[in-house]
Nanobody
Framework: QVPLVESGGGSVQAGGSLRLSCAASGVTSADRCMGWFRQPPGKEREGVAGIRTARGREYYADSVKGRFTISRDNATNTAHLQMNSLKPEDTAIYYC?????????????WGQGTQVTVSS
């Protein structure tokens, strides 16, 4: 059973917003760094945002800085990705995973992801 489940994707117009959620089940996420990744159509998966442990220090890919915000709620074992000012190039399947802190090196618990489609 995959311990991470993504949700919250959808279709929006450019400039719109979405909030993705990542629920961890069967594992305690509070002491592990977490990251969001995306895989655009026909391209490789790439790191988007990461967050360290309880202190919540964040890092982002240059392409989303200032538009996306990663957060975590250790009480509910969830992580979120608030995406604002969405662009068509943000269209992708979005995944979450545990990561080596400060990097895009993922543990490999790839779930089904959640589809985000941004139209112009």
């Amino acid at each position: 059973q995959v311990p991470l489940v993504e949700s919250g994707g959808g279709s929006v117009q450019a400039g719109g917003s979405l909030r993705l959620s990542c629920a961890a089940s069967g594992v305690t996420s509070a002491d592990r760094c977490m990251g969001w990744f995306r895989q655009p159509p026909g391209k490789e998966r790439e790191g988007v945002a990461g967050i360290r442990t309880a202190r919540g220090r964040e890092y982002y890919a240059d392409s989303v800085k200032g538009r996306f915000t990663i957060s975590r709620d250790n009480a509910t074992n969830t992580a979120h990705l608030q995406m604002n000012s969405l662009k068509p190039e943000d269209t992708a399947i979005y995944y979450c995973d545990f990561v080596r802190c400060g990097t895009w090196t993922a543990a490999g618990y790839w779930g089904q992801g959640t589809q985000v489609t941004v139209s112009s």
